[in-house]
């Protein structure tokens, strides 16, 4: 069965304080790695998306890479506002996405 | 605003009473989701439709649960009889084209439903 997971659970830096957010994923024939960002109480920002090993894409301060295992997230000299959970995601049939349960990212001023 | 709209943001309803909640797509995609969000748990796929049509239901719920995408208007998730169990957030999503065509899936801000 295919599985996201997502590590840590949660994580609290110290603003500057460069750090990786995980996403390991088992999916036979990936089809694409998405990461999206969410704000309490908002909906899901799409933020990535990833298609083979070794693909980057960055945004800001935000840089996602993807391994044939897994997806990191790199967040460099971070900013109170990158306070958000962090989600990837990976195609679940033709149609939708399966979720991980994310990375509640907290950066302290 | 040209997002993906969703009303109402909030919604209480007393068990059994029934929760209708409205999806705007945005504007030129004709491809609609439903997601569920319960409290601390991921996202999770509900139903996929079309214009009148629902492509993929796999993930909603047998009973109770019913979406439709009308011809004109938008689209509706209705919940039917609702529980305590059935309070979460309810996102809607649209896409340009299909998903495994490599279209991105945008999402609404959600309805919260909270069952009394």
Redesign the interface.
Known sequence: EDQVTQSPEALRLQEGESSSLNCSYTVSGLRGLFWYRQDPGKGPEFLFTLYSAGEEKEKERLKATLTKKESFLHITAPKPEDSATYLCAVPAGANNLFFGTGTRLTVIP | NAG?M?NPRHLVRRRGQEARLRCSPMKGHSHV?WYRQLPE?????MV?LQKENI??E??MPKERFSAEFPKEGPSILRIQQVVRGDSAAY?C?SSLG???S?N???????S?LTVV
């Open positions: 993906v969703q989701y748990e991921g996202l999770k796929f996929y492509i993929d796999s993930g996102f999503a299909q998903r495994h490599g991105t899936i945008y999402f609404g801000e959600g919260w």
